[in-house]
């Protein structure tokens, strides 16, 4: 090779590199000015997130129905909403009042089981936890300023506010919803328009890899709410015949989707419930045997079958991106901690694919199990 072939080449590496390190920074400052707007207008996400979610994973089942009858696809889309919505409204009708008198009953005895451990706990006298002092008098005190609360005119008028909010944002959610049933396809033809021409490609094998772990989460998340109700309102009801059993089994099935706190919460709230209504220490272990059940059922079983490959992300990391989404984006950072975490672990797994880091220098620093 001679010196002008030697220098052009070098040439060529250099300006691809350069080319590299710009599409590197541009995706840095795209990512980041997304997430801030993201931020500004976390108000209004929720519908989006929902419906979206909801759409995405129907689409593989409107996409099959339309190939095997050869029909149009919206007419799947609009038979399928209106199953979601009639289920959604049975729902409401049948459980919603029974639910709702549940648990201003299970507040009321709450307050009552609360005080009555905090009296057999410390012989009546107050605890010290943190330098604050309490006991029997603390709790009630504190029901009685959350009532008291409640029932100020302008408080009133503000949860009011928040229901019409709630209401609104349930019927934006079912028009969303049928849009996106209809027009997905589009959609995504137009979100992949947003990618620059030359990383189309790249960008194809990243969502090749992500898409059927997506929906494998989500699908996976679902199932694994149904059983946790199922199987919850089966140990309390009719094994424990526990109080209110109807409404802790939705709180255990709904907790699956809050990783670790939520179920941790819920398996105190229910604990709680059985030490007010237990008769002896076999009710306490009846409920300790039931909960432990329910936990490996759900960790050992339920989770890795339904779950598979697409929960295989680190129980740390789901921690933390569970946590950062709640601070910063609330209820839509806890529903997309996880796909974020694992658009980021698949993007990059599919990036060092490409650029295949493993060399042998790295080989002999690094552990053997860290190398790809």
Not at 24 to 43: C, D, E, G, M, Q
Not at 348 to 369: F, G, R, S
Request: hydrophobic share 55%.
């Amino acid at each position: 090779m001679n010196a002008p072939e030697f220098r052009q080449q070098e040439l060529q590496r250099a300006e691809r590199a350069l080319h590299e390190t710009i599409d590197l920074r541009t995706a840095i400052l795209v990512v980041a000015a997304l997430a801030i707007f993201l931020y500004l207008i976390k108000p209004i996400l929720l519908p989006f997130i929902v419906a979206g979610i909801t759409a995405y994973v129907c689409s593989p089942l409107l996409d099959w129905l339309a190939v095997r009858t050869k029909l149009p696809r919206a007419l799947f889309a609009v038979l399928v909403f209106l199953l979601l919505l009639g289920t959604a409204c049975l729902v409401a009708a049948t459980a919603g009042q029974p639910l709702f008198a549940e648990m201003r009953t299970t507040v009321s005895d709450l307050q009552g089981t609360l005080e009555q451990l905090l009296r057999e706990a410390n012989g009546g006298a107050p605890i010290q936890i943190f330098g604050l002092s309490i006991g029997p008098d603390t709790v009630h005190d504190a029901f009685d300023r959350a009532r008291d609360w409640f029932s100020q005119p302008d408080h009133v008028a503000l949860l009011t506010g928040y229901g019409l909010v709630t209401i609104i944002g349930v019927f934006l959610t079912a028009i969303l919803l049928i849009w996106f049933l209809i027009t997905g396809p589009s959609v995504a033809r137009g979100l992949f328009w947003l990618v620059p021409p030359s990383r189309r490609e790249l960008v194809s094998r990243i969502w090749a890899r992500l898409d059927p772990a997506l929906k494998h989460y989500f699908i996976g998340v679902a199932a694994t709410v149904v059983y946790a109700t199922v199987a919850a309102y089966i140990g309390l009801a009719i094994f424990l015949d526990l109080n209110h059993a109807v409404l802790l089994a939705l709180l255990t099935g709904v907790a699956e989707t809050l990783p670790f706190i939520g179920s941790t919460a819920v398996a105190i709230i229910a604990g709680l419930v059985a030490l007010h209504t237990a008769t002896g220490i076999m009710s306490i272990v009846a409920f300790t045997i039931y909960a432990t059940v329910l936990r490996l059922s759900i960790d050992q079983v339920v989770a890795p079958l339904v779950l598979g490959r697409a929960a295989n992300v680190h129980p740390v990391l789901i921690i933390f991106c569970f946590l950062a989404g709640a601070v910063t984006y609330g209820i839509v950072g806890v529903i997309l901690s996880v796909p974020v975490a694992l658009t980021v672990k698949i993007t990059l797994e599919t990036l060092y694919d490409d650029q295949n880091p493993a060399t042998p220098e790295t080989e002999a620093v690094l552990p053997k199990a860290s190398v790809r």
